[in-house]
């Protein structure tokens, strides 16, 4: 299958995992919309995939992320891409095998995503009262893996290796690459707000020259910082185990 053209969509709420490097928190929310207006508000017409991610994790209530993807499909018939940190409960597990099949009985496809980018250090990052644990979501990827999925790992975001060690990264790599399609990573963009909620400064950072990532997606500024060191390190990892690995977006044949 190839991924051609991308629409996104989401629920309006902010998100309650509230991760440091966060960067929905700056984008406008007019109204809180129900499902079904939601479903409506997809302008575009000439999408091959509709990912479940934009504004928000869209399954810290799995159920209610699950109900927005049946009604995606019910009325556009295409593929769906889900992102999330949260893990799911067998019951909650048992109805995403349902989507899929669902989307499986008329050859469209139901990618499922988990976001992981640390281990020891993940409180660098996230708010760890408020998400899963990563070794909770390790788990929760191998038993994706085990209902008949081919989860991707989101390896992201990435940070320069003397804030988070890249090693963390590559140890996902080595313990999950057997129950994974492939990779998805990028590095860490930042902003005002962004640095304010990590504790950092601009000045701790290198940034890259590929800003154009998110160019448009987005209201607020975002610069990215320079993890090619770190970037190449996974992409190594990857190509050890045969794992494809594609650099912010999953654009290829799965
Ligand atoms: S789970 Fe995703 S949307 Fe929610 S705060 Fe973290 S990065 Fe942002």
């Given at each position: 299958?190839?991924?051609?053209?991308?629409?996104?969509?989401?629920?309006?709420?902010?998100?309650?995992?509230?991760?440091?490097?966060?960067?929905?928190?700056?984008?406008?929310?007019?109204?809180?919309?129900?499902?079904?207006?939601?479903?409506?508000?997809?302008?575009?017409?000439?999408?091959?995939?509709?990912?479940?991610?934009?504004?928000?994790?869209?399954?810290?209530?799995?159920?209610?992320?699950?109900?927005?993807?049946?009604?995606?499909?019910?009325?556009?018939?295409?593929n769906v891409f889900a992102i999330t940190r949260n893990v799911f409960s067998e019951t909650?597990?048992?109805?995403?095998?349902?989507?899929?099949?669902?989307?499986?009985?008329?050859?469209?496809?139901?990618?499922?995503?988990?976001?992981?980018?640390?281990?020891?250090?993940?409180?660098?990052?996230?708010?760890?009262?408020?998400?899963?644990?990563?070794?909770?979501?390790?788990?929760f990827i191998k038993a994706l893996s085990e209902k008949g999925f081919k989860p991707i790992?989101?390896?992201?975001?990435?940070?320069?290796?003397?804030?988070?060690?890249?090693?963390?990264?590559?140890?996902?790599?080595?313990?999950?690459?057997?129950?994974?399609?492939?990779?998805?990573?990028?590095?860490?963009?930042?902003?005002?707000?962004?640095?304010?909620?990590?504790?950092?400064?601009?000045?701790?950072?290198?940034?890259?020259?590929?800003?154009?990532?998110?160019?448009?997606?987005?209201?607020?500024?975002?610069?990215?910082?320079?993890?090619?060191?770190?970037?190449?390190?996974?992409?190594?990892?990857?190509?050890?185990?045969?794992?494809?690995?594609?650099?912010?977006?999953?654009?290829?044949?799965?």
């Amino acid at each position: 299958m190839i991924i051609k053209k991308r629409t996104f969509v989401s629920f309006d709420e902010f998100c309650p995992y509230e991760c440091k490097h966060c960067y929905t928190y700056g984008i406008a929310r007019d109204k809180i919309r129900s499902i079904d207006e939601i479903v409506n508000d997809i302008s575009a017409d000439d999408f091959d995939v509709v990912y479940v991610s934009q504004k928000n994790d869209n399954f810290s209530n799995p159920m209610r992320g699950i109900t927005l993807c049946h009604a995606l499909f019910d009325r556009y018939k295409q593929n769906v891409f889900a992102i999330t940190r949260n893990v799911f409960s067998e019951t909650e597990l048992t109805e995403l095998v349902a989507l899929k099949q669902k989307l499986s009985n008329v050859s469209k496809h139901f990618f499922i995503a988990v976001s992981i980018n640390a281990t020891d250090s993940i409180s660098i990052s996230e708010d760890t009262s408020k998400t899963c644990t990563p070794r909770q979501r390790i788990t929760f990827i191998k038993a994706l893996s085990e209902k008949g999925f081919k989860p991707i790992l989101m390896l992201r975001p990435i940070f320069p290796d003397r804030i988070i060690p890249v090693c963390e990264c590559l140890q996902l790599i080595t313990e999950l690459h057997p129950y994974i399609s492939c990779v998805v990573t990028s590095g860490l963009g930042v902003n005002e707000d962004i640095l304010s909620r990590l504790g950092m400064h601009e000045s701790d950072f290198r940034f890259s020259k590929d800003q154009e990532y998110l160019d448009g997606a987005i209201a607020s500024e975002i610069r990215f910082v320079d993890v090619d060191y770190e970037l190449q390190k996974i992409r190594e990892k990857c190509s050890e185990y045969g794992v494809p690995v594609f650099l912010h977006s999953m654009l290829a044949e799965l």
